[in-house]
């Protein structure tokens, strides 16, 4: 004979673990589309007022689907590395990851890289996660106006190509 006070405990646990299983789905095999305006590769190709910054960023972009590579030319006046990684004030960067637009946001999370965008360990400048995010100041089908959230400082972006998404598999 089955006692009704244990049902009534034991329901609430298998309720609970149904609906778990219930609302998990697999999640496809291949990239997401990301944002069609955002396809291509944009470059800055001029920083405002960089003759009067001690250090500044280009950036050029390649956004394909859901994903990004970035190339990061730094030009300092200021040597903040050791010499043989200070290149006469001018080096580059790069990273690769996924980006996510919310709203008025584009949120970058990826890694740091080398060159070749494969896993950067070690050696000058930065290494690990590449986390960034931009306000979307204006966005037209030639041009993207961002906003650095952490230091304010504007991007302009120039599309150079543009990119037809065509998700690959993971």
């Known amino acids: ?49 960089s003759n009067a910054l001690l250090n500044y960023t280009q950036h050029r972009f390649k956004i394909t689907c859901d994903s990004f590579y970035v190339e990061l030319t730094t030009h300092a006046k200021v040597n903040y590395y050791a010499d043989s990684c200070f290149n006469n004030g001018v080096w580059k960067e790069y990273a690769k990851g996924i980006y996510q637009v919310r709203k008025d946001s584009l949120f970058l999370d990826g890694n740091y890289t080398k060159s070749n965008y494969k896993q950067k360990v070690s050696g000058c400048y930065q290494t690990g ?42």
């Open 1 to 49: 004979m089955i006692n009704k006070t244990n049902v009534f405990r034991v329901f609430p646990v298998v309720l609970l673990i149904s609906c778990i299983v219930a609302s998990c789905q697999r999640l496809p095999d291949v990239q997401g589309k990301g944002e069609v305006f955002l396809q291509g590769v944009w470059n800055e190709d001029t920083v405002e007022n």
């Open 129 to 170: 996660r590449f986390i960034k995010s931009f306000y979307i100041k204006s966005a037209k089908a030639d041009t993207l106006f961002l906003q650095n959230a952490n230091d304010q400082r504007e991007c302009t972006l120039v599309l150079k190509q543009k990119i037809t998404c065509v998700p690959q598999p993971l």
